[in-house]
């Protein structure tokens, strides 16, 4: 008898196969006669590995798989010595020397054509991975020759903006094209990682739409939104945050509505108002948007207080002053006053004070000659009512932007929709960026290998997105649900719940006869919902 651990992995091989990765990366990257692995069944091991919910999973790759069905999950004569590290590595290089972008556009297009998901949106965004280590620049290594000069080149490692608060590592950047269709990730890009989303935004936009020749509106944030990346999109569809540091956003957000249209809208308290504005060249419709998930927040009085206390600072030092003159005290008080936006001095009295004596021996003291005296302010600092409101105002609102005119096409409540939904991308980056996951120890040295693990994880947030898309298209279908974390039933449960939900099941081998354990009705009924390939795996007719 023998007893391996299945688990959910046959889910996520269930995914691969019907996606059809195994066959396409075997066309794309080739395969040899010698090898007992195909590159495909390589690619497939590392995404079961990815979504094996161990720590740091890559680092063990072939340990991963000791006590698991690998043929079952891979294929006849496979075992976990053919998956080692050496193996991996080669695999690793291939992936890089083909392209990482073209091949994750390869994978994208097949999951689009075979599943019906539509690009119709798309939402960008990107964020940076550190690294330990010293990492050295592959500049000197990987110059093209001129015999060469198609070769991809590596991305550089190296210190920038570090979303994760870690200035003092090295990073790489990934950036992200999500459809709003499932959040299924449609395009894939690695990026040196002292590069700018400013610098980039425009680049993938255009790129994007070359490759999938599609007119996709892309939502993006406010990193986006100025007027080079404006001019270089051109035509393409767009919508963006705009950065209230623009004059004409900053006197938007303080205004009165009374002069705007209100625009009708749909979600619960959210308030629309709708103007033209030209920028960098370019008709736009500007909406404004007051949040009531802000309204209520407490939010905006933080950066208060933090300026709050450094002018609270500098009246501290104004005060401690000891000025010769009345004149000299006054010029120093409005020199001070001139700086305060939005909060003025109560309190204020100029009060004559001892002067220091200097240093060194007293002189014999004169009768004749008056003492000297200095002169120090007292005042105590005040935030006005006014600029309270302003600050609340500018919390609860913020402006959306885009360059389609056609209110019919896209009314404003519509593209405030497509706006929230931009935490697709930032749901996958949580995921990525999850200690369960294996970003937290990208642990191979060459800067090609890190883009091509970059492309690994990009490979797997893809396949989880898909099963969560399906699943929940399923359960709506046939009008199901399934049970949550808290016992309660849902239609729209996370994938990741659902695969926790299937641990300890096992594949039994009893003299070459094989059977399933641990199978509830519920994980059955799952199983059946993911369709054919899901029920295979799990040896269900």
């Known amino acids: ?20 990765m195994v066959d396409l990366a075997d066309e794309l990257l080739g395969k040899h006669s010698l090898n007992h692995i195909s590159p495909g069944q390589v690619l497939k091991a590392m995404i079961l590995n990815g979504l094996g919910f161990v720590s740091a999973p890559l680092y063990l790759f072939s340990e991963f798989f000791e006590g698991k069905p690998v043929e079952h999950l891979l294929g006849p004569g496979i075992t976990a010595a053919h998956l080692n590290d050496d193996r991996l590595g080669r695999v690793l290089d291939r992936l890089f020397e083909y392209g990482t972008t073209l091949f994750f556009l390869k994978v994208a297009m097949q999951v689009v054509q075979r599943f019906g998901v539509s690009v119709s949106q798309g939402h960008l965004d990107s964020t940076s991975f550190a690294l330990d280590g010293e990492y050295p620049s592959a500049n000197g290594s990987n110059v093209a020759s001129e015999t060469d000069s198609e070769a991809p080149q590596a991305i550089e490692i190296c210190r920038g903006y570090s979303r994760d608060h870690r200035p003092d590592l090295k990073q790489f950047l990934v950036n992200l094209i999500c459809t709003a269709d499932g959040g299924i990730p449609v395009w894939f890009k690695v990026g040196s990682g002292n590069e700018t989303d400013s610098q980039t935004f425009a680049g993938l936009m255009a790129a994007f739409a070359e490759q999938w020749e599609t007119p996709a509106l892309m ?62 060249g370019v008709e736009q419709r500007w909406i404004l948007v007051e949040s009531p998930h802000r309204r209520e927040s407490d939010d905006w009085l933080k950066p208060l207080e933090k300026e709050k206390k450094g002018l609270q600072w500098q009246l ?67 935030r006005t009512a006014e600029y309270e409101a302003q600050c609340q105002q500018r919390h609860r609102r913020f402006i959306l932007a885009t360059n389609v005119l056609d209110a019919q096409a896209y ?38 290998r890190v883009e091509a693990l970059a492309l690994v994880m990009a490979l797997t ?11 929940r298209a399923q359960l709506a279908q046939a009008g199901e649900t399934v049970l949550d974390q808290k016992k309660r039933p849902t239609s729209i449960p996370t994938f990741r719940w659902i695969l926790q939900t299937f641990q300890a099941i096992h594949l039994v081998s009893i003299n070459a006869v094989q059977q399933v354990s641990n199978l509830s009705e519920e994980r059955r009924n799952i199983i059946r919902l993911m369709g054919f390939p899901a029920c295979r795996y799990y040896l269900l007719n």
Not at 461 to 471: K, N
Request: with cysteine; proline share 7%.
């Open 219 to 280: 939502v993006a944030d406010a990193a986006f939104y100025s007027e080079p990346n404006l001019q270089a999109v051109g035509s393409l569809p767009w919508l963006s945050r705009v950065p209230v540091t623009l004059k004409a956003a900053q006197t938007l957000v303080d205004s009165s509505v009374d002069s705007l249209t209100e625009m009708p809208c749909e979600l619960e308290g959210y308030r629309l108002w709708e103007q033209r504005q030209t920028y960098g």
């Open 316 to 382: 501290q030092q104004l005060c401690s002053q000891t000025f010769a003159c009345k004149p000299d005290a006054m010029e120093a008080l409005m020199r001070f006053q001139d700086t305060l936006t939005g909060y003025k001095l109560t309190q204020v009295a100029l009060v004559p004070v001892a002067a220091k004596h200097p240093p060194g021996r007293p002189k014999r003291a004169n009768p004749s000659e008056p003492a000297t005296i200095g002169y120090q302010w007292q005042a105590t600092l005040e």
């Open 1 to 20: 008898m023998k007893i391996e651990n299945l688990d959910h992995l046959g889910l996520v091989a269930a995914l691969v196969d019907e996606i059809g």
């Open 411 to 448: 009314p404003a409540d519509l593209l405030l929709r497509e706006y929230k939904e931009q935490q697709q991308v930032e749901r996958g980056f949580r995921f990525l960026k999850d200690p369960l996951f294996f970003t937290s120890s990208v642990f191979v040295k060459k800067p090609q």
């Open 461 to 471: 947030l893809l396949v989880y997105s898909l099963g969560q898309r399906q699943l």
